[in-house]
């Protein structure tokens, strides 16, 4: 059973930082780009961060949250992670993992509906 679960997030004052995981299981994790999207209340989805592999492990991120956050994976634990720093209120959202696979080297991984597999998400506030 392919199972995507997210931990970490919470509140934090803007400016601070925080820190998600998705501990992944039932699929060969190694085998497939992982990425982050969020949702925020009362909007679309959106692409936050993808780690690809592009002949090498390549990230790439929202202009959003560039310079900020960070997208790293474990491939012996697996499991991914995205560190968020310098959090802004705009970044308070609904964050969610997704596994995909053959993105190649357009930019297919922006677009949530090329994952196969999500997390059910996990809440990230920063306070103003």
């Known amino acids: 059973q392919v199972q995507l679960s997210e931990s970490g997030g919470g509140l934090v004052q803007a400016g601070g930082s925080l820190s998600l995981s998705c501990a992944a299981s039932?699929?060969?994790?190694?085998?497939?780009?992982m990425g982050w999207f969020r949702q925020a209340p009362g909007k679309e989805r959106e692409f936050v961060a993808a780690?690809?592999?592009?002949?090498?492990?390549?990230?790439h991120f929202a202009d959003s949250v560039k310079g900020r956050f960070t997208i790293s994976r474990d491939n012996a634990k697996n499991t991914l992670s995205l560190q968020m720093n310098n959090l802004k209120p705009e970044d308070t959202a609904v964050y969610s993992c997704?596994?995909?696979?053959?993105?190649?080297?357009?930019?297919?991984?922006?677009?949530?509906?090329?994952?196969?597999?999500w997390g059910q998400g996990n809440h990230v506030t920063a306070s103003s």
């Open positions: 780690i690809i592999w592009l002949g090498g492990s390549t990230t």
């Open positions: 039932g699929f060969i994790f190694s085998n497939y780009d």
């Open positions: 997704a596994a995909g696979e053959d993105f190649g080297s357009n930019n297919d991984y922006t677009y949530g509906k090329r994952y196969h597999y």
